[in-house]
């Protein structure tokens, strides 16, 4: 076919694949393996995708989950944006009816423990955490489509997450500057005395962010003005920064002292920077 078909041509043709396709096609040659390897193509892929509505629209899959934290139970359900049925269903962990070692080769998850929480989401890129019942943090990159899962490096900030002094919130992003994706992740601690908890806003101890062309976390000195970040709200990436539900402290008009007001919390992943937090309402 690269006989009488220009390579720009054939670039084009694929470019209007979806992934499961092009990851078949990479075996085909040497050079389709490299050019749908490639950044560049991925990143017009992903363009194409989402900018074209009529493919947009009949490729679009909606992930809800339901968590129970003290059962240690996510149930995870896929829709199809068209017709609203449930084409697939799948748990963390995965239930006794179900065949966990067929599962994880199923969808390629290479993962050490049995329950893990969504924590973001982007460009169909899951970030899977154990941040509520697991004494470990272990952080999971896995994107169903293409069946690839990646572990994540222990961050340098290693905390047992199990203990109530530590709240832990994570976000998923894509850095189109610098082509690559990014995990933050917010350390928060709780002030003890004498081993109980103090009714007090948590502290930020530190702020980590991940880049997974370098594979490996780094400290940042953005620390955000919030008092708290909820993290039974999944975040959500827009315009280039994650985006959390958070409370900022202000002073009230009347002035009855310095009350928590609920506050859209940002961190620019092409900056690296938390900009001020936008107050709601």
Same mark, same amino acid.
């Given at each position: 076919?690269?006989?009488?078909?220009? @390579?720009?041509?054939?670039?084009?043709?694929?470019?209007?694949?979806?992934?499961?396709?092009?990851?078949?096609?990479?075996?085909?040659?040497?050079?389709?393996?490299?050019?749908?390897?490639?950044?560049?193509?991925?990143?017009?892929?992903?363009?194409?995708?989402?900018?074209?509505?009529?493919?947009?629209?009949?490729?679009?899959?909606?992930?809800?989950?339901?968590?129970?934290?003290?059962?240690?139970?996510?149930?995870?359900?896929?829709?199809? =944006? +068209? !017709?609203?049925?449930?084409? +697939?269903?799948?748990?963390?962990?995965?239930?006794? +009816?179900?065949?966990?070692?067929?599962?994880?080769?199923?969808?390629?998850?290479?993962?050490?423990?049995?329950?893990?929480?969504?924590?973001?989401?982007?460009?169909?890129?899951?970030?899977?955490?154990?941040?509520?019942?697991?004494?470990?943090?272990?952080?999971?990159?896995?994107?169903?489509?293409?069946?690839?899962?990646? !572990?994540?490096?222990?961050?340098?900030?290693?905390?047992?997450?199990?203990?109530?002094?530590?709240?832990?919130?994570?976000?998923?992003?894509?850095?189109?500057?610098?082509? =690559?994706?990014?995990?933050?992740?917010?350390?928060?601690?709780? #002030? #003890?005395?004498?081993?109980?908890?103090?009714?007090?806003? @948590?502290?930020?101890?530190?702020?980590?962010?991940?880049?997974?062309?370098?594979? !490996?976390?780094?400290?940042?000195?953005?620390?955000?003005?919030?008092?708290?970040?909820? /993290?039974?709200?999944?975040?959500?990436?827009?315009?280039?920064?994650?985006?959390?539900?958070?409370?900022?402290?202000?002073?009230?008009?009347?002035?009855?002292?310095?009350? /928590?007001?609920?506050?859209?919390?940002?961190? =620019?992943?092409? =900056?690296?920077?938390?900009?001020?937090?936008?107050?709601?309402?």
């Amino acid at each position: 076919m690269s006989d009488y078909i220009s @390579p720009e041509v054939v670039t084009e043709i694929l470019l209007r694949l979806p992934a499961k396709s092009l990851i078949r096609f990479r075996c085909i040659c040497k050079s389709w393996y490299s050019l749908i390897s490639s950044s560049e193509f991925i990143s017009r892929n992903l363009n194409f995708t989402t900018t074209n509505k009529d493919h947009y629209k009949n490729n679009r899959h909606l992930l809800l989950n339901r968590t129970c934290y003290f059962l240690r139970e996510e149930r995870n359900s896929v829709h199809c =944006d +068209q !017709t609203v049925l449930k084409n +697939q269903e799948f748990e963390f962990p995965f239930s006794a +009816q179900f065949n966990l070692e067929y599962y994880r080769s199923l969808f390629s998850l290479q993962i050490d423990m049995d329950y893990f929480s969504i924590v973001g989401s982007c460009n169909g890129v899951l970030c899977l955490c154990d941040n509520h019942c697991s004494d470990n943090v272990c952080i999971n990159l896995w994107n169903p489509s293409i069946r690839v899962s990646k !572990t994540l490096p222990l961050p340098h900030h290693w905390v047992r997450t199990g203990e109530y002094k530590y709240k832990i919130v994570y976000g998923i992003g894509f850095d189109s500057r610098n082509n =690559d994706y990014k995990v933050v992740m917010i350390v928060f601690v709780r #002030e #003890e005395r004498q081993g109980l908890p103090v009714n007090s806003a @948590p502290k930020v101890e530190a702020v980590e962010l991940y880049e997974l062309s370098a594979n !490996t976390w780094r400290n940042n000195k953005a620390v955000p003005e919030c008092t708290t970040i909820y /993290d039974d709200v999944t975040p959500a990436f827009l315009n280039g920064a994650v985006h959390w539900i958070g409370c900022y402290p202000i002073v009230s008009i009347n002035r009855r002292g310095i009350r /928590d007001h609920m506050a859209i919390v940002l961190f =620019d992943l092409g =900056d690296v920077s938390m900009p001020k937090s936008e107050v709601v309402g």
